[in-house]
Structure formats: C-alpha cells, structure tokens
C-alpha cells in the first residue's frame, strides 16, 4: 500500500507541473526507485524506452551511463542553463545520487535505436567530417572522441540514431553560448564550424545503425548510410 501511495503521489506530481515551468523544485520521495521515475516521469517526454518521438527530447536508450549521471548532475545544480534544460529540467534539484545513477542505468540498458534515412549527399558531407573532420579550420574528427560507430564513450555520448534536429540545436548552443558546462572541447570545435555542416553531421549520426552485435529497437531503412 505505501508503493500505491507513492506512485499516487508521483502521478499527482506529474498532473500538477507537467513537463514545463519547471522553474519551482519538485521533491520526489528519496525511497523511489530510479527505474520508476524513469518510467513514470521521464517516459512523458523520453519514452519509457528512452526512444522519443519528437525531436525536441533526446533518445536516452543506448546511451553512455557516465554521459547521463553527468546530465543530470548538471540539471540538478543547474549547471546546465540552455532554454530547454531550464524549461524542462530544473525542476528535479531534488534527485538523489542514488536516483540519478538508477536513472542513467536504466536508459544505459534500453536497446539503442537504429538510425533513420535522409538526404544522402547532406550524409555524405556529414560522413567526411565525422570522420576525417575539417583539419583546414582544426576540427578535430567527431570519431576521435564518440567512437568510429558513434557509440559514445564513458562522458562523450552516443551520437548514433540521435534525432537531427536535436543535434543541431546543441551544436549551436555549444557554438553560441556558455550554457552547456563541460563543453569546452566541443565549443573550441563547433566554433570554426558553419550551421550547414552541423546539419550534414546531424544527418550522418542520425543515419547510423547501432555498432555490430548490439541490440537495437525499432528498424529502419538503412540504404543511406551504406550505398
């Protein structure tokens, strides 16, 4: 009976400040499991799977553990100012470590999304500065620190099957501004770069199948990576 009631008290949490002006904390009950907010709060805009349908939440499912602990620490002490992480983050300075590392394990295990197809020469663009980069204006190959599959590793995240769009949008935000903390290296790269070749890189990672053996999630149309 004392679970039912939190989750009783979860839901009525979610119903009261949904998934927008988040600006007031939420207290979430400590004793909660990380799994269960990862499926009664995060699905509402991540998916339960950590697949989301709008581009304007990233996919989580696949993603580097280490990458998620340090998103949501940043959340949590609103290191990470950029509209959207304000907008729909800032609202859970009440998670606990142990929360925090159940909620990136959880989503670290969800099978990774397989890419979906686009504009095959905007892909093919993409590809060549994923990995070879742009050495004329010094940036550095994206395969160098998100792994040849764009799989991620430890702190750097995984890339492959993200939604485009969203990509895009981070890579400005690095560019642009000083909102993203731990992004020294990515700004020193997204500074020498035109928004026309964040989209062509954009495009490339969202076209990657997930690296050979891993499992994924929903299939896709993968002829635009491969011819």
């Given at each position: 009976m004392k679970n039912?009631?939190?989750?009783?008290?979860?839901?009525?949490?979610?119903?009261?400040?949904?998934?927008?002006?988040?600006?007031?904390?939420?207290?979430?009950?400590?004793?909660?499991?990380?799994?269960?907010?990862?499926l009664q709060v995060c699905s509402n805009c991540h998916g339960a799977n950590g697949v989301s349908v709008s581009p304007?939440?990233?996919?989580?499912?696949?993603?580097?553990?280490?990458?998620?602990?340090?998103?949501?620490?940043?959340?949590k002490t609103h290191s990470r100012a950029d509209p959207n992480a304000k907008r729909y983050m800032?609202?859970?300075?009440?998670?606990?470590?142990?929360?925090?590392?159940?909620?990136?394990?959880?989503?670290?295990?969800?099978p990774a999304a397989r890419g979906a197809?686009?504009?095959?020469?905007?892909?093919?663009?993409?590809?060549?500065?994923?990995?070879?980069?742009?050495?004329?204006?010094?940036?550095?190959?994206?395969?160098?620190?998100h792994g040849q599959h764009g799989e991620g590793a430890g702190p750097n995240p995984r890339l492959a099957g993200q939604h485009a769009d969203y990509v895009v949008k981070q890579?400005?935000?690095?560019?642009?501004?000083?909102?993203?903390?731990?992004?020294?290296?990515?700004?020193?790269i997204c500074i020498n770069m035109s928004e026309q070749e964040f989209r062509a890189v954009a495009a490339y990672v969202e076209a990657l199948p997930p690296e050979p053996g891993m499992t994924?999630?929903?299939p896709t149309d993968r002829r635009a990576v491969h011819n």
């Open positions: 039912v009631t939190r989750f009783i008290s979860l839901a009525t949490l979610l119903a009261g400040s949904g998934c927008h002006d988040l600006e007031r904390s939420r207290s979430i009950d400590p004793e909660v499991a990380g799994k269960t907010i990862a304007m939440f990233p996919k989580l499912a696949g993603q580097q553990r280490q990458y998620l602990v340090d998103q949501l620490t940043d959340f800032w609202g859970f300075t009440h998670l606990t470590e142990s929360q925090i590392e159940e909620i990136a394990t959880y989503f670290s295990d969800q197809s686009g504009d095959r020469m905007l892909i093919d663009q993409g590809r060549t500065i994923f990995a070879s980069g742009l050495p004329d204006r010094n940036v550095a190959a994206c395969i160098s620190c890579l400005l935000v690095y560019q642009r501004t000083e909102d993203r903390p731990r992004g020294a290296t990515m700004k020193a994924t999630d929903t």
